[in-house]
């Protein structure tokens, strides 16, 4: 059963912005927290944002703080990331992530992805 689906990659000059979506399908409990990781050719998964506890708490990694912003709509059980003044070095595959993690930045901690949505970020 498919539990979450993206949307919303696709290509954008430096500078642009691009906004994915990530919905959750409930059959089970909800998730407790539901974020975005990405992941460059030859490089490892990394974290990018989290939002967790009904939308009262938001972590995002260093590189991407100031430009990019994450949400939810507890009613869609939508996740969004909003991502402004792309470079580059944003380019990835964005996943979408959701479970119970201890540590918000492990891919490991988290139970469910999402298929991936290419984010390309041209100079």
């Known amino acids: 059963q498919v539990r979450l689906v993206e949307s919303g990659g696709g290509s954008a000059q430096s500078g642009g912005s691009l906004t994915l979506s990530c919905v959750e399908s409930i059959s089970a409990r909800p998730s407790i927290c539901m974020g975005w990781f990405r992941q460059a050719p030859g490089k490892e998964r990394e974290p990018v944002a989290t939002?967790?506890?009904?939308?009262?708490?938001?972590y995002y990694a260093d590189s991407v703080k100031g430009r990019f912003t994450i949400s939810k709509d507890t009613d869609k059980n939508t996740v969004y990331l909003q991502m402004n003044s792309l470079k580059p070095e944003d380019t990835a595959m964005y996943y979408c992530a959701a479970g119970w993690p201890r540590d918000w930045a492990r891919p490991n901690d988290y139970n469910y992805w999402g298929q991936g949505t290419q984010v390309t970020v041209s100079s």
């Open positions: 939002i967790a506890t009904g939308g009262r708490h938001t």
